[in-house]
């Protein structure tokens, strides 16, 4: 079995930060791309960043220039470090991977989501 676990949302005012974290753990092989989704209420979900084993980044043009996507590949982690928060930036945020497990076939495993609200 193959689990994420997110960390690190909560409560922030206008212009402030949060840092989400999210592990990987279980009977993993190799983890591929990595990174983060969110949905606001109402809203499809949209991907946020990706980041690629190589640490090529991807990033939605509404987070470009205060978001930060990294990747720690020896601790199977990924990262999202959210700056100058906007009250748009309110959603759940989902971690996911690509990751293929000892013995068999890659999928996509996702996070159990992290609630983000930014509110003064």
């Known amino acids: 079995q193959v689990q994420l676990v997110e960390s690190g949302g909560g409560l922030v005012q206008p212009g402030g930060s949060l840092r989400l974290s999210c592990a990987a753990s279980g009977n993993i092989a190799r983890i591929n791309g990595m990174g983060w989704y969110r949905q606001a209420p109402g809203k499809q979900r949209e991907l946020v960043a990706a980041v690629t084993s190589g640490g090529t980044t991807n990033y939605a043009d509404s987070v470009k220039g205060r978001f930060t996507i990294s990747r720690d590949n020896a601790k199977n982690t990924v990262s999202l470090q959210m700056n100058s928060l906007k009250s748009e930036d309110t959603a759940v945020y989902y971690c996911?991977?690509?990751?293929?497990?000892?013995?068999?076939?890659?999928?996509?495993?996702w996070g159990q989501g992290t609630q983000v609200t930014v509110s003064s």
């Open positions: 996911y991977a690509f990751i293929q497990v000892l013995g068999g076939s890659g999928r996509i495993y």
